[in-house]
């Protein structure tokens, strides 16, 4: 009776953690598909097109991966080798790495974008972004190689199970470590995340006050009855503060998981921490495109041409 209640209990869990897989991958698709779609179309681009497009590519990407961890936890069909583990491992750590970065430059260009001509941002303003993309993506390339030993404890998990050793999936743990090579990680990693976090909060801290000096001058210039309506820009600046605010919700969230889990790893709360850390992929082309309506006219006037010559054809 409890292997069947256990049965049960992993089943509802797989399947939230595929729904949550299949929910993100249809919404950054869609989004991705409208910028190539926008590309196509030779509209006009705005500065953060294209780390909105990356971002939707790397949490694409990083939800497959998802699809690939949890069939190994839950229906593991045939056990990895040690070269698919150390992969599949390596390549969630370089895509988690460039989902930061791409945030982090998302956050800082659209600050560029609504800076003054005084400040100091504005001379940014007519650099293409793939000048600060290329930085940010080195950047993400150096902190890779300084945790790419990390790679090298990622192993098939060996035929006697040992309490030193981690569990990542049905197939693959984590090698046990030095006390000074985790801290050494630890220490990397959590610099890492300070630096790139630190950058958004800035960022976003910038934005803010931008959107509190707009509304007095507002409020100043018109009456009540004849306010404006929020500009497309603004729009914009509102949805990447509301990412940015849902990252460092969901980060923090991740964070305290992470810490409770090193001291009861449990598969349950390992599923849980993975529901968390995806959390941010899945939600993020929604909250991107709940305030983009021109999206959906592009869709429609791309696939309204695509029936009709469909139906000429026919014809």
Same mark, same amino acid.
């Given at each position: 009776?409890?292997?069947?209640?256990?049965?049960?209990?992993?089943?509802?869990?797989?399947?939230?953690?595929?729904?949550?897989?299949?929910?993100?991958?249809?919404?950054? *698709?869609?989004?991705l598909?409208? !910028?190539? /779609?926008?590309?196509?179309?030779?509209?006009?681009?705005?500065?953060?097109?294209?780390?909105?497009?990356?971002? +939707?590519?790397?949490?694409?990407?990083?939800?497959?991966?998802?699809?690939?961890?949890?069939?190994?936890?839950?229906?593991?069909?045939?056990?990895?080798?040690? $070269?698919?583990?150390?992969?599949?491992?390596?390549?969630?750590?370089?895509?988690?790495?460039?989902? #930061?970065?791409?945030?982090? #430059?998302?956050?800082?260009?659209? %600050?560029?974008?609504?800076?003054?001509?005084?400040? &100091?941002? %504005?001379?940014?303003?007519?650099?293409?972004?793939?000048?600060?993309?290329?930085?940010l993506?080195?950047? *993400?390339?150096? !902190?890779?190689?300084i945790?790419?030993p990390?790679? $090298?404890?990622?192993?098939?998990?060996?035929?006697?199970? *040992?309490?030193?050793?981690?569990?990542? $999936?049905?197939? &693959?743990?984590? %090698?046990?470590?030095? !006390?000074?090579?985790?801290? $050494?990680?630890?220490?990397?990693?959590?610099?890492?995340?300070?630096?790139?976090?630190?950058?958004?909060?800035? +960022?976003?801290?910038?934005?803010?006050?931008?959107l !509190?000096?707009?509304?007095?001058?507002?409020?100043?210039?018109?009456?009540t +009855?004849?306010?404006?309506?929020?500009?497309?820009?603004?729009?914009?600046?509102?949805?990447i503060?509301?990412?940015? +605010?849902?990252?460092? /919700?969901?980060y923090? #969230?991740?964070?305290?998981?992470?810490?409770?889990?090193?001291?009861?790893?449990?598969?349950?709360?390992?599923?849980?921490?993975?529901l968390?850390?995806?959390?941010? %992929?899945?939600?993020?082309?929604?909250?991107?495109? *709940?305030?983009?309506?021109?999206?959906?006219?592009?869709?429609?006037s791309?696939?309204?041409?695509?029936?009709?010559?469909?139906?000429?054809r026919?014809?």
């Open positions: 009776m409890n292997n069947i209640n256990r049965l049960s209990h992993n089943t509802k869990i797989r399947n939230a953690i595929y729904s949550e897989a299949g929910i993100g991958i249809l919404g950054n *698709s869609f989004l598909l409208f !910028y190539i /779609l926008k590309f196509i179309h030779g509209q006009r681009s705005r500065l953060t097109d294209l780390p909105i497009a990356l971002l +939707s590519l790397i949490h694409l990407l990083m939800l497959i991966v998802l699809i690939l961890v949890t069939t190994d936890i839950f229906m593991p069909w045939r056990k990895w080798d040690d $070269t698919t583990c150390k992969f599949v491992m390596s390549l969630y750590r370089f895509l988690r790495t460039l989902s #930061l970065c791409a945030t982090s #430059l998302l956050s800082i260009l659209q %600050a560029v974008t609504l800076s003054p001509r005084s400040s &100091c941002l %504005a001379k940014f303003k007519h650099k293409y972004p793939w000048h600060m993309l290329g930085c993506f080195l950047l *993400s390339i150096f !902190y890779m190689v945790s790419s990390l790679i $090298t404890y990622i192993t098939a998990k060996p035929n006697l199970t *040992s309490p030193s050793f981690i569990y990542l $999936t049905a197939s &693959c743990s984590l %090698a046990p470590m030095s !006390y000074s090579v985790h801290h $050494t990680f630890y220490i990397l990693l959590t610099s890492r995340d300070i630096i790139f976090v630190g950058l958004m909060l800035l +960022s976003s801290g910038s934005m803010v006050t931008f !509190y000096r707009h509304r007095k001058q507002s409020q100043f210039l018109y009456s +009855s004849l306010s404006l309506k929020p500009s497309v820009e603004q729009r914009a600046m509102r949805t503060l509301c990412l940015m +605010s849902f990252f460092v /919700l969901m923090t #969230l991740d964070s305290i998981i992470s810490h409770i889990k090193s001291i009861d790893d449990g598969q349950i709360l390992y599923c849980v921490h993975i968390t850390t995806y959390g941010y %992929a899945t939600v993020s082309p929604f909250l991107i495109l *709940s305030t983009e309506k021109h999206k959906l006219t592009i869709f429609r791309t696939f309204g041409r695509m029936v009709s010559i469909m139906l000429l026919d014809g």
